[in-house]
């Protein structure tokens, strides 16, 4: 039998495929109490398989309750400042230049427990959990208080359950 060249398994150049370029000013800006989150992707031009973050944590931030994901994987590279990360029973704190990759089902929460701020590039693949920080926002603008509860509230709308119980 003679092998012949496949072609069809070549990537093909689609036409209406756009680059997306998100400048430094640019980007859809979320507020969750001491942190600002600006969104560089939102899925929408990734057919909704990444989605990218900076997030700035003021000093002293408290992060969500610890959690699991059940539907996609989370990554968090810092850019500046010191994050502690908790996973499970142990605490990572995290420096610039580090990257935490949180695969579904692996419990975790993080914080900015020092005097100056933080900053993270966060992915998020699939994309899903996006709009969870789009919907904590509206939380906040309704004037509702963001309890550990009504967080893990939001969370289950996104395939998240808590990983810990809540007092």
Known sequence: M?????????????ADRTVSVVGPGDGETIVLGT????????????????????????????????HRHGQHDEGFYVLSGTVRFTVGDE??????????????????????????PAV?????????YVQYFRDLEQAFADGRPLTPQANIDV???YATEPAIALP
Do not use: C, W
Not at 2 to 14: A, C, F, L, N, Y
Not at 35 to 63: C, F, K, N, W, Y
Not at 100 to 115: I, K, S, W
């Open 2 to 14: 003679r092998m012949t060249e496949d072609k069809t398994s070549e990537p093909q150049p689609q």
């Open 35 to 66: 942190t600002r989150m600006r969104v560089l992707e939102d899925g929408s031009h990734t057919g909704h398989r990444l989605a990218i973050a900076e997030s700035v944590l003021a000093p002293h931030t408290q992060g969500p309750p610890q």
């Open 91 to 116: 605490d990572y704190d995290v420096t610039a230049g580090t990257l935490v990759m949180v695969p579904p089902g692996a419990p975790h929460t993080f914080a900015n427990l020092t005097d100056q």
């Open 120 to 128: 993270m590039l966060s992915t998020f693949t699939p994309d899903l």
């Open 155 to 157: 969370m289950s709308r």
